[in-house]
């Protein structure tokens, strides 16, 4: 897959985004280009930089969204929000992805928005493996479209999560 803006600016908004216990090193993230599962969807400014990201996974049965992201000074615009409800409606397999437990309120803050999409916020344990070497694993929640989903449900895809995007 070629990427017609420099990655450079794809990865700088993960940076921006996420901590980097939450992003892979810059190497890392690059060679996921080349898997036929994944694909980075990227909404361009009037300017034609990188705007947005949505990084996602299609195993055929699910789709994982790993990342989204928009450049910091256009958050609450409704680019993340465009980009979600078009990938959500751009395939009919269900789709997961993983948030941080609402115990403060920018986490709280996701989990509402990805609510207001139509995702459910699911009520099972869930240990994200780390996307760096050296790095702990990190307690989050699923959140899945179009329904909610049982500890026994998400079972199948943490499976092929943790196989193809953890490679644990």
Same mark, same amino acid.
């Given at each position: 897959m070629?990427?017609?803006?420099?990655?450079?600016?794809?990865?700088?908004?993960?940076?921006?985004?996420?901590?980097?216990?939450?992003?892979?090193?810059?190497?890392?993230? &690059?060679?996921?280009?080349?898997?036929?599962?994944?694909?980075?969807?990227?909404e %361009?400014?009037?300017?034609?930089h990188?705007?947005?990201?949505?990084?996602?996974w299609?195993?055929?049965?699910?789709?994982?969204?790993?990342?989204?992201?928009?450049?910091?000074?256009? &958050?609450?615009?409704?680019?993340?929000? %465009?980009?979600?409800?078009?990938?959500?409606?751009?395939?009919?397999?269900?789709?997961?992805?993983?948030?941080?437990?609402?115990?403060?309120?920018?986490a709280?803050?996701?989990?509402?928005?990805?609510? &207001?999409?139509?995702?459910?916020?699911?009520?099972?344990?869930?240990?994200?493996?780390?996307?760096r070497?050296?790095?702990?694993?990190?307690?989050?929640?699923?959140?899945?479209?179009?329904?909610?989903?049982t500890?026994?449900?998400?079972?199948?895809?943490?499976?092929?999560?943790?196989?193809e995007?953890?490679?644990?």
């Amino acid at each position: 897959m070629e990427i017609q803006i420099p990655f450079d600016e794809v990865f700088k908004l993960l940076e921006e985004a996420f901590p980097v216990t939450e992003i892979r090193t810059y190497e890392g993230q &690059r060679t996921l280009l080349e898997n036929r599962n994944y694909r980075l969807h990227i909404e %361009r400014d009037a300017a034609g930089h990188a705007a947005g990201i949505l990084a996602s996974w299609d195993f055929g049965t699910f789709r994982f969204v790993e990342h989204i992201a928009v450049g910091a000074t256009i &958050r609450g615009g409704g680019i993340g929000k %465009r980009m979600l409800t078009d990938y959500m409606h751009s395939g009919a397999s269900p789709i997961v992805l993983e948030v941080e437990p609402p115990y403060e309120a920018m986490a709280e803050r996701r989990i509402h928005f990805y609510e &207001r999409c139509g995702f459910h916020l699911n009520d099972f344990p869930y240990k994200q493996p780390p996307l760096r070497s050296g790095q702990p694993e990190i307690a989050l929640n699923i959140m899945s479209y179009p329904h909610p989903l049982t500890e026994a449900e998400f079972l199948p895809y943490k499976r092929i999560l943790y196989a193809e995007v953890y490679k644990k």
